[in-house]
């Protein structure tokens, strides 16, 4: 198809946030009698799921410390929940089990999420926990873990094939899909509105609104919006920080052991949640040799072909290039050998899985804001930008979300994720998890 020379929406980027914010605009243009999906062109450089949608583990969680990022995944759930097959979304659960040190951080979340609403348990007590866990899986043996919140809903989807389902819904409603064209350049008018985009195959206008969600490639844009790369930060108690970079990257390191997938079940034969353990007790390789003696922590779910997951990712700078994408930049060379001791340490059906490892697609890097939460604000007076910090391929029901602030509503889902929260001081706050994304 070729690049028509204006469109009255204009989405770049074909993740799940571009797809789903397509999606979603179409389906409410529809219902309010104020246009159709026709309306819109997703504009994508290479192919859908071609960024960080299509390379994520696809964890769905609702585990986040910060109420914001609690009751916006409760909404991103309820979207999964509405159709399960079209998204390949397997409504297992997930589990996150902590040394003590995180007792207080997750039963303040489990006591947000029984008052919002969202299903989960929290089990506290090495002993209780270890019953628990047992319970599922006879075999667990997982040691200094004192605290685990189930979360009954949430699960994991298989990436592309969500990706894929909402480009069906896309279809569906109209929209149209550009592959193969990246956009190069954002020209602004008087008012600082953006006017027209160019791009490799030429250029098109801007009817009404630009939506960007350009997953990893953020920095990018945020420079052609003309925006700083560093940002002074007020903290909550009133004090300034200067010069803080606006984006800096991870490398998330991922992983897979090739085993029978029915080998990970639970005891009753089910499908069993995604594990997210975290625990300070030693980590020893299957040899004897000791990984680490410090808070480790690994995730891990049952995949297609064996089981698959990470660990704590690593900073990469704020200089990147990304492409061709998925970039994976400083991989700790001890990762395969840490991510299976793990697996072995919580379960001893993974004893020897370390000669199982394969060497799959697996990890890449994501851009994270300068507080590692999303931005979700109009940064130009026509300009909506979804930038993620790398928490959303999960997020799947913020686009639901733009598409009601694009049509001039307000969101108090996406209110807390606004730039301004920065200059503001109204920042969230910090767990004690060791990972930048909880
Ligand atoms: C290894 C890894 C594992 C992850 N695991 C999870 C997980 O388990 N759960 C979870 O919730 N999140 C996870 N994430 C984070 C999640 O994948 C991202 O936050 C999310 O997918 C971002 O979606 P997006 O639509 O913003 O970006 P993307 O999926 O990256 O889509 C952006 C699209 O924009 C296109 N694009 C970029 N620049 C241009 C341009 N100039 N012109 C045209 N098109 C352009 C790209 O080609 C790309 O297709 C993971 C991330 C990584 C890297």
Known sequence: MTLPARSRYVVVGAGMHGLSTAYHLAKE??????????????????????????????????????????ELMQACVEVWESDPAAYAYNAVGYMALGAPVQEPDLTATYERQERIGYASQLIVGERAVDEHMKALFPDWRAKGVTVCLHEHQGGFAFNIDS????????????????????????????????EALGTSEGRIEVGEQLVIAPGPWAKRF?????????????????DIVEDRPMWTYWNLQEGEIGVDPATFAKADGGAPPVIHLDTDAPLYTDDGALVTDELWGIYYKRDRHGVQGGASPLTVGDEVEIDPYPQTTNVDPNFADMWCAGLSHAMSRFEGCRALYKDARSGGVGAFTADNFPVFDYLKPNVYA????????KMIGVGREVAKVLLGEHSSLLYPFRFERFEAGDLHPVSHSPYPWS
């Not at 246009?35 to 994508?44: M, R, T």
């Not at 945020?222 to 009133?238: E, F, K, S, V």
């Not at 979804?386 to 391929?393: E, F, K, R, T, V």
Request: net charge negative; proline share 4%.
């Open 222 to 238: 945020w420079g052609m919006l003309g925006l700083p790369m560093t940002i002074d930060i007020r903290t909550p108690g009133g």
């Open 163 to 194: 990706v894929l389902g909402l480009v069906g819904k896309c279809e569906s409603e109209g929209v149209s899909i550009l592959s193969g064209i990246e956009v190069t350049e954002l020209q602004f008018g008087s008012d600082g509105a953006v």
């Open 29 to 70: 243009l529809r219902r309010r009698g104020l246009g159709s999906g026709a309306d819109i062109v997703v504009l994508e450089k290479s192919s859908p799921g071609s960024g960080a949608s299509g390379i994520a583990c696809g964890v769905v969680r609702n585990n986040y410390f910060q109420p914001a990022m609690s």
């Open 386 to 393: 979804i930038l993620d910090s790398n928490h959303g391929y």
